[in-house]
T-cell receptor, first 114, second 116 residues
Framework: DVKVTQSSRYLVKRTGEKVFLECVQD?????MFWYRQDPGLGLRLIYFSYDVKMKEKGDIPEGYSVSREKKERFSLILESASTNQTSMYLC?????????????FGPGTRLLVL | AQKVTQAQTEISVVEKEDVTLDCVYE???????LFWYKQPPSGELVFLIR??????QNEISGRYSWNFQKSTSSFNFTITASQVVDSAVYFCALSEIVGSARQLTFGSGTQLTVLP
């Protein structure tokens, strides 16, 4: 079974803090993704990575950065957290093989920025 | 641009009723994949099914069935004899190649509540 884990289920931070969200997958997947989920908006892609040290912007990258130093780990960084970044953050991974691009998700991190 | 529409925001049914969740999509791709995911209250998205654009066969898996119709750009999901444990948010998603990876465009989700 694919396993995607996220470092925290719940996180409370203050405005202006630097926030790190960590995601680890154990299936040797090349692709990894970060989404945020907000009521009524579904899931929106923030960034994705298709290989170590490679990254591409998604639909809403502003205010975020990412790091992928190892294949199994993909980090989302909020350089200076703001209240509008309060959200549910979901990490996913997938293989790049055609027909096997199903994304598998972690349990999510609920971030509250005060 | 791709788009996925789940017009039903919330549905409530009584246990053992059948329920259909609608999904309509838009894409210019000739090859694409459609997905359904389930998100229970715990928050984790659980993969249910993937369908590619060349395969219009309906699929049944236990109490779940999926009806893919290219002519109407729809990929509907039916739960037969619903159970309380089916209560969750269900997302339909469409994939496309962007850059070097296949990305998903999600619908806004349908909250299904199954009452005992």
């Amino acid at each position: 079974d694919v396993k995607v884990t996220q470092s925290s289920r719940y996180l409370v931070k203050r405005t202006g803090e630097k926030v790190f969200l960590e995601c680890v997958q154990d299936m040797d997947h090349e692709n990894m993704f970060w989404y945020r989920q907000d009521p009524g908006l579904g899931l929106r892609l923030i960034y994705f990575s298709y290989d170590v040290k490679m990254k591409e912007k998604g639909d809403i990258p502003e205010g975020y950065s990412v790091s992928r130093e190892k294949k199994e780990r993909f980090s989302l960084i909020l350089e200076s957290a703001s209240t509008n970044q309060t959200s549910m953050y979901l990490c996913a991974s997938s293989l790049p093989v055609r027909g096997q691009e199903t994304q598998y998700f972690g349990p999510g991190t609920r971030l509250l920025v005060l | 641009a791709q788009k996925v529409t789940q017009a039903q925001t919330e549905i409530s049914v009584v246990e053992k009723e059948d329920v259909t969740l609608d999904c309509v999509y838009e894409t210019r791709d000739t090859t694409y994949y459609l997905f359904w995911y389930k998100q229970p209250p715990s928050g984790e998205l659980v993969f249910l099914i993937r369908r590619n654009s060349f395969d219009e066969q309906n699929e049944i898996s236990g109490r779940y069935s999926w009806n893919f119709q290219k002519s109407t750009s729809s990929f509907n999901f039916t739960i037969t004899a619903s159970q309380v444990v089916d209560s969750a948010v269900y997302f339909c998603a469409l994939s496309e190649i962007v850059g070097s990876a296949r990305q998903l465009t999600f619908g806004s989700g349908t909250q299904l509540t199954v009452l005992p």
